[in-house]
């Protein structure tokens, strides 16, 4: 069984997607969709902006998801998934390909969700950080341990969970996780994304979700809140609310998805992230990219 995996927010880079715009009329159809959509050039970001630029989230998202969803779209007939799954804004990404939202009403709510998650990133002095090397137990014990809120966000692999929280608890929390780990490292990225940081917003989200209109997918979603599959539409929509504040169980996600029979994973979007992870997690697993 073939699983397709869509990265999320972090694996942004200058001059994104510019040679697909210049190789595909199809990727130059969509991207100028995306522009009067959005009401903001995000090809000029995307193509010309720096790295600064692109790790405000407003501009990565929807830059993420614009690399990844014409991706799919190049494919044609060719992309044929089983079960997907997709890395935080990712998990948008994901139902788009598979039919469950249509390319404006997804581009529309990633960019509410952008702009939400943007305004309690001005407001809160917040980020996160990647520690490998050490079991998520000790990781989560020793947020804990510290006097602020810093939470584990994304459990990617056995030994590399990301966390998240207010800098100062952030640092602290790195600073102790240092001398066990093999890598401390900061993110890429202008907030503490799935964390109690992101709380205010829910409420505002979960109205977005609720206006936009979902259909079943193709295939079953693996999403980041259980590692569980569905094609429900409702559960999909919770999951999606709930993921703002909850970790991402992205190794959960991937051995379910080879329990349930997954034989060969693509990412599509990006850079080859996920694919590491995988590796990670199986190393017999065969992995493929479109980027």
């Given amino acids: 069984m073939h699983a397709y995996l869509f990265p999320g927010q972090g694996t942004q880079f ?9 190789k595909s009329k199809l990727a130059q159809e969509y991207f100028k969709r995306a522009n009067d959509i959005l009401g903001f050039s995000i090809t000029d970001v995307m193509f010309e902006g720096s790295a600064k630029d692109l790790k405000q989230t407003k501009f990565a998202q929807p830059a993420i998801f614009l690399h990844s969803y014409i991706l799919v779209k190049t494919l044609g007939n060719e992309f044929k998934p089983d079960m997907v799954a997709g890395h935080s804004l990712g998990e948008i ?6 039919g469950s939202l249509d390319f404006e009403s997804a581009l529309k709510l990633i960019s509410k969700r952008a702009s939400l998650m943007q305004k309690v990133c001005e407001h809160e002095n917040t980020g996160m950080a990647v520690v490998v090397g050490l079991y998520d137990v000790i990781v989560k014990d020793i947020c804990n341990q510290i006097d602020g809120v810093v939470v584990p966000a994304n459990y990617n692999a056995l030994k590399q969970v990301v966390i998240s929280g207010e800098m100062k608890a952030l640092k602290e929390a790195c600073e102790k996780l240092r001398p066990g780990a093999l890598a401390v490292v900061n993110l890429p990225v202008s907030g503490a994304f ?7 917003i829910i409420e505002e989200f979960r109205l977005a979700v609720e206006e936009t209109e979902f259909k079943k997918p193709i295939c079953p979603i693996y999403q980041n809140v259980k590692g569980r599959p569905t ?8 999951n999606l609310i709930n ?3 909850h970790p991402v169980m992205w190794r959960h996600t ?8 997954a034989t060969e994973f693509t990412e599509i979007g990006p850079g080859h992230f996920l694919r590491r992870l995988v590796g990670q997690i ?7 990219g479109i980027s």
């Fill in 254 to 261: 991937i051995l379910h998805m080879i329990e349930d029979g």
């Fill in 243 to 245: 993921q703002l504040t």
């Fill in 14 to 22: 200058p001059g994104m997607g510019k040679e697909l715009f210049e």
């Fill in 194 to 200: 799935h964390s109690p940081f992101m709380e205010p």
């Fill in 231 to 238: 094609s429900n539409i409702e559960l999909i929509k919770e």
């Fill in 93 to 98: 990404s994901a139902l788009t390909a598979i």
């Fill in 282 to 288: 199986n190393k017999n697993m065969k992995t493929h």
